[in-house]
């Protein structure tokens, strides 16, 4: 049996005989185990494959969904927008890709932030999303998660990032570089008011954000197999000349060197989270 695909559709074959046609975007491989995932049924199982626990990217949309209460999340800033201070330009202009990715996914930023409940209580939110340009973490996505801080330190809420990026915004230079200094000082401020910060990384975690809002959680919360560090393991082991350990800058590995507090499987986020939430809660 095989799978043919061409153009929208894709044919199942056994043998000679054509089976059936079936729409393109019904199946998908998992990238660890190579097994073929129906995607209704993975949508189900919160995008975790069944045969090795593999855990594939989730949406931003469902990522909320899985942390809040119905339709409790009010998103915030929205008229955030990012601009061309530089006038940067590599294989295109960086105002062309800015369109590019807002066309692709229907959001005018990388991250999302605004206020929810999750069992009534109330906390503010942030959500990444790897697929605008990697997440990277330009002005705007500096802003609007230094402001979301803002707030919950001003009206004495939890905050809870979930991070994915490939790290600071290259098309930004050094304005991007500037929002792990805003960020941070934001934090400052909210811990000072003995306030609650909660992170949980997902699979990639990396660069300028590792560096700052992603690693200064009161705690932290990985899921498995998620990539973390500042650089990746291959400009690592270029750079440093040396093997690096196995599992190295897996949250497992990390968790086992202190960096993480835990390890938790997506179906266990949303407890979890309530869990720490109305632990925080408690203590303001």
């Not at 929208?8 to 995932?37: A, E, F």
């Not at 990444?128 to 230094?146: H, K, P, Q, Y």
């Not at 590792?210 to 690693?215: D, W």
């Not at 993480?260 to 303001?284: A, H, S």
Request: charged share 25%.
């Amino acid at each position: 049996m095989a799978i043919f695909s061409s153009g929208k559709y894709s044919t199942l074959s056994v043998g000679k005989r054509n089976k059936m046609v079936i729409p393109d975007g019904t199946w998908i491989k998992c990238k660890k185990c190579g097994q073929t995932l129906y995607i209704n049924r993975l949508e189900d199982n919160l995008q975790v494959c069944w045969c090795c626990g593999c855990h594939l990217p989730m949406s931003v949309d469902a990522r909320i969904k899985l942390l809040t209460d119905k339709d409790s999340f009010v998103e915030e800033d929205t008229e955030l927008r990012s601009v061309d201070k530089l006038g940067f330009v590599d294989s295109k202009k960086y105002t062309d890709r800015l369109a590019e990715n807002i066309g692709k996914t229907g959001d005018s930023e990388a991250v999302r932030c605004g206020v929810a409940t999750l069992n009534g209580v109330a906390y503010s939110l942030g959500v990444m999303n790897f697929n605008f340009m990697g997440a990277s973490m330009g002005s705007v996505v500096g802003e609007r998660i230094t402001r979301m801080i803002e707030r919950a330190t001003e009206n004495r809420r939890t905050v809870v990032m979930v991070t994915a990026s490939g790290g600071a915004r290259m098309q930004e230079g050094i304005l991007s570089l500037m929002q792990m200094a805003k960020t941070s000082g934001a934090l400052a401020r909210h811990r000072e008011a003995k306030l609650g910060y909660i992170v949980i990384m997902t699979n990639p975690t990396y660069g300028g954000v590792s560096a700052s809002f992603a690693t200064l959680g009161d705690v932290i919360i990985a899921e498995p197999g998620a990539m973390i560090g500042f650089a990746g393991p291959r400009v690592v082991q270029e750079t440093t000349k040396s093997t690096l350990p196995e599992g190295f800058q897996t949250a497992e590995f990390l968790s086992a060197k202190g960096l993480i507090d835990r390890v938790v499987e997506r179906k266990n986020l949303r407890k979890e989270l309530q869990f720490l939430l109305e632990m925080f809660d408690k203590t303001v």
